[in-house]
Nanobody
Framework: QVQLVESGGGLVQAGGSLRLSCAAS????????MAWYRQAPGKQRELVAA???????NYADSVKGRFTISRVNALNTVYLQMDRLQPEDTAVYYC??????????????WGKGTLVTVSS
């Protein structure tokens, strides 16, 4: 029912920038949290940044000051501006959306991911 589609990944040199986008479609509750996770080769998936529909944000310590998450509520779209990229940022980046249904439980959806590769 709900689909999240990421875009913007690619190859970039250390110190460079990329902007990821995630467009959500389907029946999405207006009060929700959208987030970016990443999974590096051989590593567990980790939260990178999250943003609520009211604009509150959280960042992983490893990206704070370098990455900026933002969203356009009317478009159900979330962005991740990644600056001063490091090789350690290399990972598949996944978009996530969560919310509580008014008369239901927690909804949790994931995109298929977009690959970010940062070369030395």
């Amino acid at each position: 029912q709900v689909q999240l589609v990421e875009s913007g990944g690619g190859l970039v040199q250390a110190g460079g920038s990329l902007r990821l986008s995630c467009a959500a479609s389907g029946s999405i509750f207006s009060s929700n949290t959208m987030a970016w996770y990443r999974q590096a080769p051989g590593k567990q998936r980790e939260l990178v940044a999250a943003i609520t529909s009211l604009g509150s944000t959280n960042y992983a310590d490893s990206v704070k000051g370098r990455f900026t998450i933002s969203r356009v509520n009317a478009l159900n779209t979330v962005y991740l501006q990644m600056d001063r990229l490091q090789p350690e940022d290399t990972a598949v980046y996944y978009c996530n959306a969560k919310w509580k249904e008014p008369l239901g439980g927690l909804m949790d959806y994931w995109g298929k991911g977009t690959l970010v590769t940062v070369s030395s």
